[in-house]
RNA sequence: GCCGGUGUAGCUCAGUGGUAGAGCAGCUGAUUUGUAAUCAGCAGGUCGUGGGUUCAAAUCCCUCCGCCGGCUCCA
């Protein structure tokens, strides 16, 4: 089925859910109800606060109208009338919304004694709706804006066919299972904790490991491609933030005390990269300056928008500001970018969705910079075969910008690398360099991740691969079940073989049977359970089993250290 | 921050005003085990926090905190 009509049956599906809250409370007044990816919501205004029961009495009504087959009628009326319509029956929603379209005649929907303003189309009558959920309650601001009353949301799903809405239900539970909080506490990668603060997670052994690896990948590509390393303060004093404007711009920083002098935790690692540029005369003939940190920075983030790993207030940017000429701007963003998607697909991830933000109305530089940093940005996409929505006017103030969201496994779609060009700080902080002329000139700065965040990163990869990594992701590669306790000896030398050999390993020691070994290791989704027992060590041989649940007797401890060499070192994502 | 939900053992959850429970995990013991859970026993909780109502509160009310789903914002 294609997507338009699957829009208006979610379309019509909205409608029938706002007829039936109509008529099962009073003084109901309609926010809008528009189809969304998956399916469809609501927005409701009334005294009776929704409780999720109250979603199953809802569909009931829905139920209800779908079985009386009641057809939708379009009319077309003039704004003014539909104004006097809706003023009547005290949809101030409605009103408000009309004074915003310039048309002068809108489309209004009738089915039995509801009306609804809709642009349509619609099905002909509600019973072409059979396969529906109500899933969630929410609030949601009216027009998004939290000046505005908070409206009561409805989210629901809506699919031609029954198999279509149960393979729907059951990827939701196969998101549950993948969630990478769950994930973490299972997989013993991190915890967050009360005590410790909300929004700061606290890396276990495993944990740390993947991160590692992680790290050390970004550091050994950084360093290929011509970055140098930095490191700087966690704390700078509350005047370097004056200068940056983050000060005054009300940036959500914490700020401290010490002896009398005003202190920031930095949010942003850009304005020690700029005291490093600024620490000696920098000349034209050594730019571009390419500066790398693993920053960790935080930032106050709001308390309701915190979830998991993927929004907290700690994190870690794999950051760099890249100091060049402007003739150097396209080169460096190409590289940049390039840069970004081999990384990504390194780590599994096949598919973006890139957005350029261009010039907003309030803007600090040159309009010739603009143009040109946002055409360098533009060539840089193209000449990368990538395709982009250009989202015009949403840049920052201090310049245009490239976003990279990635889609992980199950087609959603995760913040990752930016690539944003700044015309602002340079400036602010009288940054230069001496020209070929003899005189000073303003560089251009390039802020630039290819991650984005590391926290934020590791949430979508443990999301992506459900926990299942790929061998060379993998904190534990190879577990060794022993059969007996005359085993540990044999099963020791393979550990201290493959230890040797850089393969993350363990031995599970404990009096359990081979099936709880086995379970327990395919339950963390270790790749490889090796099993050793009379004939493996009589025959200096393993027993192998993959996680995906292939059993291979008689392999030599070599060949296995061979193979998982090989997958280490290609970064292979091939199920074992 | 705002709206709604929610908080009981390490984890998953039961317990609606009258003596805090289960499974898994943990510990101890027995079992020496061949590809997704061997058996038994033991231990573990000021029921998120502070206050209130009551003879009596995990249970009812209020405060704060955390978490979950959204809104808004972002790496």
Redesign the pocket.
């Known amino acids: 089925m294609d997507k338009d009509e699957l829009d208006i049956l979610r379309h019509t599906s909205a409608h029938i859910m706002a007829q039936a809250v109509t008529e099962l409370y009073k003084d109901v007044r309609l926010g809008i109800g528009p189809t969304i990816e998956d399916g469809f919501y609501y927005d409701f205004d009334l005294d009776h606060?929704?409780?999720?029961d109250d979603l199953e009495k809802i569909e009931q009504k829905m139920r209800e109208i779908i079985k009386k087959d009641i057809p939708l009628v379009r009319e077309e009326i003039s704004r003014e009338e539909a104004k006097k319509l809706f003023e009547k029956a005290g949809a101030t929603y409605k009103v408000d919304l009309l004074q915003k379209i310039e048309e002068p005649v809108v489309s209004i929907y009738r089915q039995g004694d509801f009306v609804d303003m809709c642009r349509g189309p619609h099905l002909k009558s509600t019973g072409r709706v059979k396969h529906f959920k109500l899933l969630?309650?929410?609030?949601?601001?009216w027009r998004?804006?939290?000046n505005n009353p908070?409206l009561?949301?409805i989210?629901g799903t809506a699919w031609k066919t029954k198999g279509e809405l149960d393979d729907y239900l059951n990827k939701l539970e196969e998101i549950a299972k993948r969630?990478h909080?769950?994930l973490g506490?299972e997989l013993d990668l991190f915890s967050?904790s009360?005590d410790i603060g909300?929004?700061l997670a606290v890396y276990h052994p495993y944990g740390t490991t993947l991160r590692f690896i992680i790290e050390d990948f970004l550091k050994e590509e950084h360093k290929k491609r011509g970055y140098q390393f930095v490191i700087s303060p966690h704390i700078m004093k509350a005047s370097i933030w004056k200068t940056s404007g983050h000060y005054q711009m009300q940036y959500p920083m914490y700020f401290f005390d010490i002896e009398g002098q005003e202190y920031g935790i930095k949010p942003m690692n850009c304005p020690a990269h700029i005291h490093v540029y600024k620490s000696q005369p920098r000349s034209y003939r050594t730019l571009p300056l390419r500066f790398f940190e693993l920053g960790t920075v935080y930032?106050h983030?709001?308390?309701?928008?915190?979830?998991?790993l993927?929004?907290?207030?700690g994190?870690t940017?794999d950051d760099a500001h890249i100091f060049c000429l402007p003739d150097q701007i396209e080169q460096e963003i190409l590289a940049a970018l390039e840069f970004a998607f081999f990384a990504l697909k390194t780590f599994g991830f096949e598919e973006y969705h890139v957005m350029l933000s261009t010039k907003p109305d309030k803007y600090v530089g040159t309009e010739e910079n603009w143009e040109r940093a946002t055409e360098a940005l533009k060539t840089a996409l193209e000449d990368n075969k990538v395709s982009y929505e250009v989202d015009p006017g949403e840049g920052v103030f201090y310049g245009p910008k490239i976003?990279v969201k990635l889609k992980d496994a199950l087609g959603r779609l995760w913040?990752?690398?930016?690539i944003q060009v700044d015309f602002n700080l340079p400036e602010r902080f009288d940054m230069v360099f001496y020209g070929a002329d003899n005189a000073q000139h303003r560089p251009v700065m390039i802020h630039r991740?290819v991650l984005?965040?590391v926290?934020?990163f590791m949430g979508a990869l443990i999301e992506h691969y459900g926990g299942a990594f790929p061998m060379w992701l993998a904190p534990v590669q190879v577990v060794i079940a022993p059969?007996?306790?005359?085993h540990l000896g044999y099963a020791t030398e393979i550990l201290n073989e493959l230890t040797a050999n850089d393969i993350r390993a363990e031995i599970d020691e404990?009096?359990?049977?081979?099936?709880?070994k086995?379970?327990d290791a395919?339950?963390r989704k270790i790749p490889f359970?090796v099993?050793?027992?009379?004939?493996?060590e009589e025959a200096k041989t393993l027993?192998v089993?993959g996680r995906s649940?292939q059993?291979r007797?008689g392999v030599r401890l070599k060949e296995l250290v061979l193979e998982i060499k090989e997958k280490v070192e290609t970064k292979s994502s091939d199920e074992v």
């Open positions: 606060t929704f409780t999720p969630n309650l929410a609030g949601a601001y998004g804006d939290e908070m009561q949301r989210y969630d909080r769950r506490r967050m009360e909300p929004g930032r983030e709001r308390s309701g928008v915190l979830h998991g993927l929004r907290v207030r994190f940017q976003d913040q990752g690398p930016t991740t984005g965040s926290e934020r059969i007996a306790d005359r404990r009096r359990e049977t081979i099936p709880a086995i379970r395919q339950m359970t099993v050793v027992g009379d004939k493996e027993a089993r649940g059993d007797r």
